[in-house]
């Protein structure tokens, strides 16, 4: 009697558990298969401007103030910097933006200007050669190939000469600005990057560019004086033969005269010769 009755409160507490422990094949297969919803991801955070290396871990060698360079008898305001690096390295545009410029001009040789938020222009420079599929008026983004490092125009050596200048062409210090992100106007350093040490920097250079040697020359030696030209050699030869026969006519006007004589001249031997007044 008492097993039977052991028994029968085993059966019953089983039917009590069995509702909760198991699962119809339909339910399993609904819980397996059941997607999960997907998390929301935060939004990227909006930037006004974001400033890449234009030379990608290329060490600034020649920073933005008062430098003079070798030829020069005092500093001058350097209005960027330069990035050292072998010819043919690829150089990138540092910012989103819009071709301005691309092509040669003066000292700069061959370069790429780029115009980006706030009217912030970007000036690359010295370079060996310019992407064949640039053309003013063009997009690119920050990354973007533009070009790769020369020697061109007034340059010492292989490397960049990078500028950034204000919507009033002002130059700006780069290294304020590269590798670095800005989310507002208000956020850019323009009153600072616009200022710089009165210190002057001496520059040492690896070559003295052909159109500067003369200076160099001058500067080393300064017995010799550096004269650039206005006339041609005909022109020069002229002038000395017009001043020779004026020479000469001062020479007889001063030339004593002897009574009797009509004048009084020196003859191809150097001795005086005279005509009889008759």
């Given amino acids: 009697m008492t097993a039977a009755g052991l028994s029968a409160v085993a059966v ?5 558990l069995n509702p909760v422990l198991s699962r119809t094949p339909t339910e399993t297969a609904r819980l397996t298969n059941a997607v999960p919803k997907p998390v929301a991801q935060p939004a990227a955070e909006d930037v006004l401007i974001a400033f890449e290396e234009p030379v990608p871990g290329r060490a600034i060698v020649s920073p933005f103030g008062l430098r003079q ?3 020069e008898g005092n500093g001058r305001l350097h209005e960027g910097v330069d990035i050292s690096a072998d010819l043919g390295v690829p150089v990138i545009a540092v910012a989103d933006g819009v071709i301005v410029e691309a092509g040669t001009k003066g000292g700069y040789g061959r370069f ?4 980006h938020a706030e009217r912030l222009t970007t000036y690359y420079a010295h370079l060996g050669s310019i992407d064949a599929n640039l053309k003013p008026g063009m997009t690119v983004k920050g990354g973007d190939p533009i070009g790769r490092i020369g020697s061109t ?5 292989p490397h960049l000469h990078f500028e950034i200048r204000d919507a009033q062409k002002r130059p700006l210090d780069p290294s304020m600005f590269l590798g670095k992100a800005f989310a507002e106007a208000g956020d850019l350093p323009l009153d600072k990057a616009k200022r710089y040490s009165g210190r002057v920097r001496m520059a040492y250079v690896s070559f003295i560019p052909e159109s500067k040697r003369a200076l160099m020359d001058a500067k080393n030696n300064p017995s010799v004086v550096v004269i650039k030209r206005t006339t041609t050699d005909a022109q020069d030869l002229a002038e000395a033969e017009r001043n020779l026969k004026g020479a000469q006519a001062r020479a007889a006007a001063q030339a004593p005269k002897v009574d009797g004589l009509r004048e009084l001249s020196i003859g191809p031997d150097g001795r005086p010769r005279a005509q009889l007044a008759l």
Wanted: no cysteine; hydrophobic share 45%.
């Fill in 12 to 16: 019953a507490h089983a039917s009590l």
């Fill in 69 to 71: 360079l070798p030829w």
């Fill in 112 to 115: 790429v200007a780029i115009r």
């Fill in 153 to 157: 125009g007034t340059s010492t050596g």
